[in-house]
């Protein structure tokens, strides 16, 4: 069966620095790779996904990811963090083959002023 | 115009009872979802619809019992509601079952 992990259950950042949150999955074939953020008391928001083609995929918000096979991981990245992205953030994968659209644990970014 | 959207939006109810959260999306997607969230933020999936018709049905108690009088609406009932029930509820939808989700603003259901 295919799951998630993301490592950083919390990660604190201050504004304007970069980000990297870490994603690693499993799954036989090439999968469907999603990142998603929740704010406070919202509903989960689409940031980016990964079908096929280029590795290094573009999102909204100024964040991307980068799919690299070899290590099973899909990271997300942000050049430089705004206060406004203080939020959990989820990795997904899937589905595919019969396989349900699985979520990771999240990783709840704070950001420092 | 919202998207997704569910009511109520908060649900304070007694352990035992019965209530319902409706879920309507405006998108023309042929496949909606039900999911609960727990106090640790772990997202889980309960159901998926593809145009009214029961695609997953993940181990969730029947006493859950998702109603889709069309494509355009995904109801959660829940009888007999218990301490454990506690959580949010989302509900999402998507063009097909590969494509990314449109998620509600969350259920916040409690119980006393």
């Known amino acids: 069966a295919q799951s998630v992990t993301q490592p950083d259950i919390h990660i604190t950042v201050s504004e304007g620095a970069s980000l990297e949150l870490r994603c690693n999955y499993s799954?036989?074939?090439?999968?469907?790779l999603f990142w998603y953020v929740q704010s406070p008391g919202q509903g989960l928001q689409l940031l980016l996904k990964y079908f096929s083609g280029d590795t290094l995929v573009q999102g909204i918000k100024g964040f991307e990811a980068e799919f690299k096979r070899s290590q099973s991981s899909f990271n997300l990245r942000k050049p430089s963090v705004h206060w406004s992205d203080a939020a959990e953030y989820f990795c997904a994968v899937g589905p595919q083959r019969g396989q349900n659209f699985v979520f990771g644990p999240g990783t709840r970014l704070s950001v420092l002023p | 115009d919202t998207a997704v959207s569910q009511t109520p939006k908060y649900l304070v109810t007694q352990m035992g009872n019965d209530k319902s959260i409706k879920c309507e999306q405006n998108l023309g997607h042929d496949t909606m979802y039900w999911y609960k969230q727990d106090s640790k933020k772990f997202l889980k999936i309960m159901f998926s619809?593809?145009?009214?018709?029961?695609?997953i049905n993940e181990t969730v108690p029947n006493r859950f019992s998702p109603k889709s009088p069309d494509k355009a609406h995904l109801n959660l009932h829940i009888n007999s509601l218990e301490l454990g029930d506690s959580a949010v509820y989302f509900c999402a939808s998507s063009r097909q079952g590969d494509q990314p989700q449109h998620f509600g603003d969350g259920t916040r259901l409690s119980i006393l």
């Open positions: 799954y036989g074939a090439t999968p469907y």
């Open positions: 619809y593809n145009n009214k018709e029961l695609i």
